[in-house]
């Protein structure tokens, strides 16, 4: 699956509509981002059941501002709607291909009772 490009009209719908939804802030100026892409468009080509979004942040700063992106590129991964990780600095393919492994075996029932955990320490 070819990358997906996100923006405020579509951002909501494809993170609200997928499993899991990979994302790479960047910025057309960005160096490192550009030395990313490649990476991050070869593992999109590898994981059809995967959206790998991208979120240009000179043209969608509402976006990246909900995000408090501070740094590109910020790579941010999204299963069933959670933040599984935000993490800046491009990855080499070896380490994305490690994360989506990761984020493919979780369990996200146990996820989500450490998120209630944490969001509620008395009902612990």
């Known amino acids: 699956m070819a990358t997906v490009e996100l923006d405020k009209n579509n951002f909501r719908e494809v993170i609200e509509g997928n499993d899991i939804v990979i994302v790479d802030f960047w910025a057309p100026w960005c160096g490192p981002c550009k030395?990313?892409?490649p990476v991050f468009e070869s593992e999109s080509d590898k994981h059809e059941d995967i959206v790998f979004g991208k979120v240009n942040t000179e043209e969608e700063r509402e976006i990246a501002g909900n995000f408090?992106?501070?740094s590109i590129p910020?790579?941010?991964?999204?299963?069933e709607q959670i933040i599984l990780l935000a993490q800046?600095?491009?990855l080499p393919q070896s380490a994305l291909a490690d994360i989506i492994g990761k984020v493919r075996e979780l369990d996200m029932d146990d996820?989500?009772?450490?998120?209630e955990q944490q969001q509620n320490p008395s009902s612990a």
């Open 35 to 37: 030395s990313f892409a």
């Open 68 to 70: 408090e992106i501070r």
């Open 74 to 79: 910020t790579l941010m991964v999204f299963r």
């Open 88 to 90: 800046p600095g491009a």
């Open 111 to 115: 996820v989500r009772k450490q998120l």
